[in-house]
């Protein structure tokens, strides 16, 4: 395993930049290493050689004339399935758009590429981002880095493998529920929410827009920083883009500081349903912020029970109207039934055949909540729901800057395990759910090993909306307390992938 591929983005920004090593060879080394050890751990649905090569060749020549274009020039990058590339496939992991090359670059993509950041394919994911191991997908499960057996979290387990495996330095994931959060804390990688509309939806492949929101996936709490700055800021395409800068977060990250911390731990997310060893990590991490001199107190967040059953009305009823636009006319697979093709039975067909079994159970779900005689009583009262979470969210944060949370209720499972129980596969969101419906930020870092599995687990930490800043400094000292025990992040531990081959 060349070094290269061990080191953080941030150390590989640098080392671009002082000239001792090109982004062409940064990007080859992991280019090659994906092309080896995707059979492995299927993080890619679509690898660009020709493309990376030629970002990377221009990064270097930009870097050459005396130009940087961001803190992390030059320094490659995977991108979640969800973002529209146009000069490669997005298929939100489906069949349906299966081969579909958009018209056009997402505005992430464009902030991407305009940082100097070569992209080195397209990660694998839930089926339209809806599931929590990537085995929704049409084209196969990936695999968790840790232990090849098991699920590497989702939707966005393409981007946490890719990143926990070391074949991307940095990727970037899409969270409606906690698909970027819940596939970080399984892979002991870093994965962050920001607030919503603080990075523009503009050309993401949509699931449920008014919980969606784009963001980093990383190595440590600096590279998911300094990718968030890259990729955040006002939208004119996006109409719920905020207007004001949210701040650098990089900046609050090296500038972090304990000092008058008060850290809110959440009653209903801190005691039954967790993994005992992962409780046992979550209450280690609480114990070092309080004799770190942080002030910890419990704050009530009744609301929170019926968080995932108001997330699994609304997300469907938002995703089957969505869902509507793949009607075989406009774009993506097209399927002609045997006989007379009226347009309702081609796409009949097209949907019948290009979906999988999950987004069709949310369909019907979304579209039984949405119709007439049930609409108040089911969504009508999810947005209820929604608001009294948003309340609870305000008085907890009345009392504390940032609220923590293990992130997963278990650590990775093995695949085929919740696959035929969906309910089991949505209970794995409950810590994450909540920041979604209430639009807040959240981040997941590693905070430690399950005693039971030797397997990775992660806290959450959740500001009040548009403190993305506070969050990244708080998760910037949970990493440092975590680096003194660890030496390193807790990335640097993960097998090699090479030795788990066969
Ligand atoms: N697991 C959740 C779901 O299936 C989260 C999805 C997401 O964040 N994209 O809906």
Partial sequence: ????????????????????????????????????????????????????????????????????????????????????????PSTAGSKILEGWIPPYDATVTKKVRAAGMPIIGKTNMDEFAMGSSTEFSAYGPSKNPWDLTRIPGGSGGGSSSAVSGHLAPLATGSDTGGSIRYPAAVTGSVGAKPTYGAVSRYGVIALASSLDQIGPVANTVLDAALLQDVIAGYDPMDSTSIVESLGSMADAVRTADITGLKVGVVKQLSSDGFQPGVKACFDDTVAKLSAAGAEVVEVDCPSFEYAVAAYYLILPAEASSNLARYDSVRFGMRVMPEGNPTIERVMAATREAGFGPEVKRRIILGTYALSSGYYDAYYGSAQKVRTLIQQDLAAAFSKADVLVTPTAPTTAFKLGEKLDDPLAMYLNDIATIPANLAGIPGISVPNGLAHEDSLPSGVQILAPAKQDAQMYRVASLIEQMYVGEWGAPLISKVPVLEAQNG
Avoid: C
């Fill in 1 to 88: 395993m060349s070094e290269l591929v061990t080191k953080s983005a941030s150390e590989l920004a640098e080392l671009i930049k002082s000239k001792e090593v090109s982004s062409k060879e940064v990007t080859e080394t992991f280019f090659d290493r994906a092309t080896d050890l995707n059979h492995l751990t299927l993080s890619y649905l679509h690898l660009n050689r020709e493309t990376a090569l030629a970002a990377a060749e221009a990064a270097d020549k930009a870097q050459s004339e005396g130009k940087s274009l961001s803190p992390l020039h030059g320094v490659p990058i995977a991108m979640k399935d969800v973002l529209a590339t146009q000069d490669a």
